[in-house]
């Protein structure tokens, strides 16, 4: 997966020396200010999860190919706009979740909202990280497992578990990207989590 633009940011400006320890906002309005090695350090930084997190909502590394592409092409097109009111991850995400709910209009109208909230509520989500292998456990067999679990989602509580978990979200964060409520993303992930948990228990 490389970059799909490669050498176009520096086509539009010319690279200045970027420092590697510059948050990602900082980065931000670096390239929104001509700096086109900012534009490349975020890229390097986040590829991998917004690409993971693309490919595991749409399940078409072909769809999830393009998609990725038109994220850091908006991300490129609204550049001058750009101003720091939330982290950037959230911002990102933002971008790539609305991507991701215009192709599900497009291609499936009346698949977007497909939250279920009937599972037994815990009180708390617990980190998306806590889903460690066990001892003794094959790892690969139970992350393959963990992947069907997910993919068996409703699609809202799928996007809440995967930014946090690729993103490194919170909760208002996944709230500001989704474009919901706190208490509705909060609800969201804890599902998500519950269910998670639940398969892998009852796999094991």
Excluded at 39 to 57: C, E, M, N, W
Excluded at 103 to 128: K, Q
Excluded at 157 to 178: D, K, M, N, P, Y
Aim: include cysteine.
């Amino acid at each position: 997966m490389g970059c799909p633009y490669a050498g176009a940011s520096a086509y539009w400006y010319p690279v200045m020396p970027t420092d590697a320890d510059a948050s990602d906002e900082a980065l931000m309005l670096g390239y929104r200010d001509g700096d086109a090695g900012a534009f490349d350090a975020l890229y390097l930084r986040h590829k991998g999860g917004v690409y993971r997190y693309l490919l595991r909502q749409c399940r078409n590394a072909a769809l999830a190919d393009e998609l990725f592409q038109d994220v850091w092409m908006n991300l490129i097109r609204a550049r001058a706009g750009y101003t720091v009111q939330a982290k950037f991850s959230t911002y990102l995400y933002r971008i790539a979740h609305n991507r991701l709910m215009d192709h599900f209009r497009r291609n499936n109208p009346g698949s977007v909202s497909l939250d279920d909230e009937t599972i037994v509520s815990i009180d708390e989500p617990a980190a998306a990280r806590s889903f460690e292998p066990e001892v003794g456990t094959d790892v690969r067999q139970q992350a393959a497992h963990l992947l069907v679990l997910l993919d068996a989602l409703p699609a809202e509580q799928r996007a809440a578990f995967l930014l946090q978990h690729e993103g490194g979200l919170s909760i208002e964060e996944i709230a500001v990207a989704t474009g919901v409520t706190r208490e509705t993303a909060k609800s969201r992930l804890r599902y998500a989590i519950a269910k998670l948990r639940q398969g892998m228990q009852a796999w094991q």
